[in-house]
């Protein structure tokens, strides 16, 4: 698998993500309405113009979130991960529009041997997602479960 395994990870070591990704509309109003969130502010262009100080629909967070952390996943976690065991301090210093692009990076800010399980770690990431004019959009801390390398048979 493409993921790292617990041992894999170095305090402080920042991962640059290859992937990048341009948001559109669709993406907007399918996630949104997938989640059953009508909030004018992502859906409605005519509510935005006349009624926001941005002039224009922002990006759904919660699909910013998504998009930054899927972005990590081939990088770090890819079957190498048993569980996410939380987020935290998730913040959106800056908004997303459609047509903005997400590029991301991940610094390891800690790790230690489960407590619990003795062939497991928990490694806590911070992803920083940035727009294609490096404006950070999107922080958020993230604690994964993480398996340690298999025993060579």
């Known amino acids: 698998m493409a993921g790292l395994y617990f041992e894999d990870f170095e305090i ?3 991962h640059v993500h290859e992937l990048s990704r ?5 993406d907007n109003m399918l996630f949104s309405n997938l989640t059953l ?3 004018p502010l992502h859906i409605d262009r005519h ?4 009624n926001t100080e941005w002039g224009q629909p922002i990006m759904n967070s919660i699909f910013t979130l998504g998009l930054l952390i899927g972005m990590t996943v081939g990088d770090l976690t890819l079957g190498t991960t048993i569980a996410n065991l939380g987020m935290t301090d998730v913040r959106f210093p800056k ?5 903005d692009s997400l590029h991301a990076v991940t610094e390891v ?4 041997v489960s407590k619990s399980r003795p062939d497991a770690g928990i490694v806590e990431f ?7 004019d490096d404006v950070l959009v999107a ?6 479960f993480m398996h340690m390398r298999p025993e060579a048979a």
Do not use: D
Not at 95 to 99: I, V
Not at 109 to 112: A, G, L, M
């Open 12 to 14: 402080g070591k920042v």
């Open 22 to 26: 341009t948001v559109t509309e669709m």
């Open 37 to 39: 969130n009508p909030q």
């Open 47 to 50: 509510f935005c113009e006349r």
């Open 95 to 99: 908004p997303m529009f459609q047509g």
């Open 109 to 112: 800010i800690s790790k230690r």
């Open 126 to 132: 911070e992803h920083r997602g940035f727009n294609q």
């Open 139 to 144: 922080v958020c801390r993230r604690q994964a």
